[in-house]
């Protein structure tokens, strides 16, 4: 049987125990405000790098 690959949390980097979803974590152990800054930094990294 095929193992499933581990998921890890990219925020925090804590492994997602099996059966349990990203989704879920994320919802129940970050903030809103984490999850904002998160993808606010994923964004601005990437215009700057459109910059040249
Ligand atoms: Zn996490």
Known sequence: ???RSRIECP????EVS???RL???LV???TKRKLA???AA???AFEE???S
């Open 49 to 51: 790098e459109d910059v």
């Open 28 to 30: 129940d152990d970050h």
């Open 11 to 14: 925020i925090c980097h804590d």
């Open 42 to 44: 994923e964004v601005e």
């Open 23 to 25: 989704e879920d974590h």
């Open 18 to 20: 099996p059966g349990r």
């Open 37 to 39: 800054k998160f993808v």
């Open 1 to 3: 049987m095929a193992t």
